[in-house]
């Protein structure tokens, strides 16, 4: 696991020293590429996936004749890949289709909300025997179970460079239809985010907007 | 790209694979899953399992969990001469599984258990000895268990510990102990305002049987009881806490298998269960222990259940500093331990 992790870092570091480019005011803007170690709070995994810009909210706020602030609020589909390993329990992968809510302010600081639906498939942490009606017993090759699952996530982040950020996500995962009717997870990630040139662009709707008056 | 979903892939490919990990020797540590009508259930093997004897513990509740029953101090006592199986129930602890409150059925535990000893056997040999230790709830279980066909000749012997086979007399002796000892206190100028409420309510609610939200407030009185009571040796209450890390417990699962509320309908449905009559069935040898302060299943549970037990070898012991939390740990443990040392 934790070469998977190291390769996994030693790549994305590499792509974004080569990709240190500005993208070019056409309009079009490239999808996000993230990736994060995500504990399930003690337990190791990963969480990696993909953001597609949807729309952008460019936000003035003034305040009597000075500008207050400028936000930019971005909206992204997102498809994200997740992983733990909690000993003796289980392993847990999952996908996750979301929507996802940044804000992000002129200096870099972001804030984020991202609701998510997805699949889980867990592996129990320890061989599994079935007896059958007839007292016969076996192992149960990859026995585990399958989970309708939920993710509720925030979190902040900030951007470092142009086209890369790192961020910090807490998230609960709520798995059903489970034993005790729901199992939650809570997860904390650690992550990076890339915008790679020229990756899955759209054109996502820009909308400007003024809150308050300028006198 | 491709490459890296291929890793991915790979990696998770292995993990996902089980060996059996299957450890004779004096210091297992061994977790395995029973997969039985919709729900897998962990079972933890630790001590020493060259003994070829294991004490196989089945937890109260319901909802519960084997977690709390593995203390240092038992695996040091008990776990250094024999094997110990810890055992989480369907939909406690680190059990896991779909939808499956169907199967919330006291037969069903019984077949559980039956099956883990079929598991216990094949994993660890067909020569292993057997003794169940059931607790609280895990009294029920048992019961259910040792009570139907021949299921007893699979184990050596059984020790019943601050455990229920009654659901109407254990209600019942709650009820006694506690409007007995709330008099007491109150007379005694002991705690008098945290016995008052106790002893009303007793007086409001008179014995009979009881209704099963009844039933809920004398178990909640005879846990709190045991809080205000004057002799009782506390109990540092930390296996859980200290557990977390070391033990790898999932404590969501846990709590959420304790609040789980078709367990509480599962339990509700354990209301007019007795086993008493059937007992006299059971000829294993049979170890009885009990707290003496324990409210929340009373030591007179233990003389109905050697009045009815058909075993001629018997014995009871109380723990006179004791309540439902095993308080005196050394002379529990060493009690099973010698417990099993003459019957193996």
Redesign the interface.
């Known amino acids: 696991?934790k070469t998977?992790i190291f390769?996994?870092v030693t790549?994305f570091f590499a792509e974004c020293l080569a990709a240190q480019t500005l993208q070019p005011e056409s309009g079009k803007i490239s999808s996000n590429l993230k990736i994060a170690y995500n504990a399930s709070i003690?337990?190791p995994g990963f969480r990696a996936g993909v953001e597609y810009p949807i729309k952008r909210i460019d936000l003035t706020k003034y305040r009597r004749w000075r500008v207050l602030r400028h936000f930019s609020k971005m909206r992204y589909l997102s498809a994200e890949?997740g992983?733990y390993?909690?000993?003796?329990?289980?392993?847990n992968?999952y996908l996750l289709a979301g929507w996802q809510m940044r804000k992000l302010r002129p200096r870099g600081f972001f804030t984020e909300f991202s609701p998510a639906f997805g699949y889980s498939r867990?592996?129990?942490?320890?061989?599994?025997?079935?007896?059958d009606d007839a007292?016969n017993?076996s192992?149960?090759?990859?026995?585990?179970?399958?989970?309708a699952i939920l993710a509720l996530g925030g979190g902040f982040g900030w951007v470092f460079r142009p086209k890369t950020s790192a961020y910090f996500r807490t998230s609960l995962l709520t798995m059903f239809?489970?034993?005790?009717?729901?199992?939650?997870?809570?997860t904390v990630e650690l992550g990076l985010i890339w915008q790679p040139r020229h990756f899955w662009e759209a054109r996502p709707k820009i909308v400007s907007k003024t809150k308050g008056k300028k006198s | 790209m491709k490459n890296l979903l291929f890793l991915v892939l790979a990696t998770l490919s292995f993990s996902a694979c089980q060996k059996e990990q299957i450890t004779l020797g004096l210091h297992a540590n061994d977790t395995f899953y029973l997969r039985q009508e919709d729900a897998s259930m962990r079972v933890l093997v630790r001590g020493n399992t060259a003994s070829k004897v294991f004490m196989l513990i089945v937890h109260g509740g319901p909802g519960s969990s084997g977690y709390i029953y593995d203390t240092p101090k038992i695996e040091e006592i008990v776990g250094k001469d024999f094997a110990l199986a810890f055992y989480d129930q369907r939909n406690a602890g680190a059990s896991q599984g779909n939808a499956n409150a169907k199967q919330f059925d006291l037969d069903q535990y019984a077949e559980d258990l039956k099956e883990l000893i079929a598991v216990l056997k094949y994993r660890y040999g067909q020569d292993i000895i057997i003794f169940l230790w059931s607790k609280s709830f895990g009294g029920m279980v048992a019961s259910a268990f040792m009570t139907k066909d021949n299921n007893q000749d699979l184990v050596k012997g059984w020790l019943f510990v601050d455990a229920s086979h009654n659901y109407g007399l254990n209600d019942s002796l709650t009820y006694q102990m506690l409007l007995d000892a709330g008099n007491q206190h109150i007379a005694d100028g002991t705690n008098p305002d945290g016995w008052e409420p106790i002893v009303e309510y007793c007086q409001e609610n008179p014995p009979g049987p009881f209704s099963f939200e009844q039933s809920i407030q004398l178990n909640k009185y005879g846990w709190k009881a045991q809080k205000i009571i004057e002799g009782l040796e506390p109990y540092q209450y930390t296996v859980i806490k200290d557990g977390i890390f070391k033990e790898h417990i999932p404590l969501t699962s846990y709590y959420l298998g304790k609040t789980n509320a078709a367990e509480r309908k599962f339990n509700e449905s354990l209301t007019p269960i007795k086993f008493s009559d059937a007992l006299g069935k059971v000829t294993v040898p049979v170890l009885v222990c009990f707290g003496k302060l324990d409210f929340v299943c009373p030591q007179g549970l233990g003389d109905d259940f050697l009045a009815h037990i058909g075993s001629t070898d018997k014995q009871k012991l109380i723990f006179e500093k004791s309540a439902h939390h095993l308080e005196e740990q050394d002379a529990y443990y060493n009690a099973f331990r010698e417990f099993l040392r003459e019957h193996q």
């Open positions: 696991m998977l390769l996994f790549w003690l337990y890949l992983y390993h909690h000993t003796d329990f289980h392993d992968i867990t592996f129990l942490g320890g061989e599994t025997y079935l007896v007292g017993i192992l149960i090759k990859g026995a585990g179970y399958n989970y239809p489970s034993n005790n009717i729901v199992y939650l997870r809570p």
